[in-house]
């Protein structure tokens, strides 16, 4: 699952490193990870720095906590354009990237079934 949110960019799985209870937290920079866990009431020391990984920075939580984060996430939506939550400028264009990318996509399923 990848989830887009206010905190950061994350990318969920269950992957072998994890319990049956567990799902595996990953992100591309360590502060939105810390992000996640100052929200969850998770302790930092937990995320690990796999400098060679595809997800360079990652964190085993419970199910359960994940789903409650996600489900936070959805309830405080206030923005009408999430895009326009991001300060970041390197941020904002990375996600205006997979914005891009997604419409482009959308268009040309469009066009396909003209």
């Known amino acids: 699952m990848w989830l887009f949110t206010v905190d950061g960019f994350f990318s969920v799985v269950k992957d072998n ?6 799902l595996m ?21 937990g995320i690990l720095e796999l400098p060679e990984a595809d997800y360079r920075f990652r964190i085993k939580v419970r199910r359960g906590r994940w789903v409650a984060y996600a489900g936070s996430m959805a309830y405080e939506i206030e923005y009408s354009n999430f895009k326009n939550t991001v300060d970041d400028h390197r941020r904002h264009m990375a996600y205006m990237e997979c914005w891009r990318a997604l419409h482009d996509w959308q ?4 066009e396909n079934k003209a």
Do not use: H, N, W
Request: charged share 40%; net charge negative; glycine share 4%.
């Open 17 to 22: 490193y994890c319990s049956d209870a567990e």
């Open 25 to 45: 937290v990953r992100a591309r920079v360590r502060e939105d990870l810390e992000r996640f866990c100052k929200r969850m009431a998770i302790d930092p020391g």
């Open 107 to 110: 268009e040309a399923q469009t």
